[in-house]
């Protein structure tokens, strides 16, 4: 900090990167991603007054919606989306039908999908109606489309997909499509 660094005379003053971190509740039908070739909605056509060139962190795909932090810094992105660093992942999925104690032990078993075995998922139920059951899923990694592929292997139908927080960052009743700068 008290150093002085100059080359062939001149100062040189070093500027610390000013990141942006953004917070949004990604609504269904929105890519995560800055461009679509086919002409989709992507997530930062809903970024209107961000001057940054941020990117999505992480996916959700087009039909499911929640958390999702977009960001210019690349080592954050890292650091949530590694599994060697263990950030939780939380998401409520709505599935058709009651949930047998069969089907949720194929839930929670150790799964190959996509000839990946993948880790560990804690999936709880935590509601149901006449429409179908609520499940509480706390994933580690996030393999294309696991959770989807998952309920497929307990032969269950989901009907909704929400990722409801990263580690501690919670939608707090953020609206579905809107977004809000994140501060430390």
């Not at 953004?22 to 070739?37: A, E, H």
């Not at 002409?39 to 961000?50: A, E, I, N, Q």
Request: proline letters at 4%; hydrophobic letters at 30%; a positive charge.
């Amino acid at each position: 900090k008290n150093d002085v660094v100059t080359y062939k005379g001149k100062r040189i003053v070093y500027k610390k990167k000013e990141y942006t971190y953004i917070l949004m509740n990604k609504p269904r039908g929105y890519l995560c991603s800055t461009t679509d070739d086919r002409g989709r909605k992507c997530v930062t056509d809903l970024l209107s007054g961000v001057e940054a060139r941020v990117y999505p962190v992480g996916r959700l795909d087009l039909i499911s919606e929640g958390i999702l932090i977009i960001t210019d810094d690349g080592e954050l992105k890292n650091r949530l989306t590694h599994p060697s660093h263990e950030i939780p992942k939380v998401y409520r999925v709505k599935v058709a039908g009651e949930v047998s104690p069969d089907q949720l032990d194929i839930l929670t078993s150790p799964l190959v999908i996509d000839g990946y075995k993948i880790k560990p998922v804690d999936v709880k139920i935590t509601g149901s109606d006449e429409s179908g059951t609520i499940l509480k899923f706390t994933l580690f990694e996030g393999r294309n489309r696991q959770i989807r592929k998952m309920c497929q292997c307990a032969d269950l139908t989901v009907k909704r997909l929400s990722r409801i927080s990263i580690g501690n960052l919670k939608l707090d009743g953020l609206p579905v499509g809107k977004w809000r700068y994140l501060d430390d």
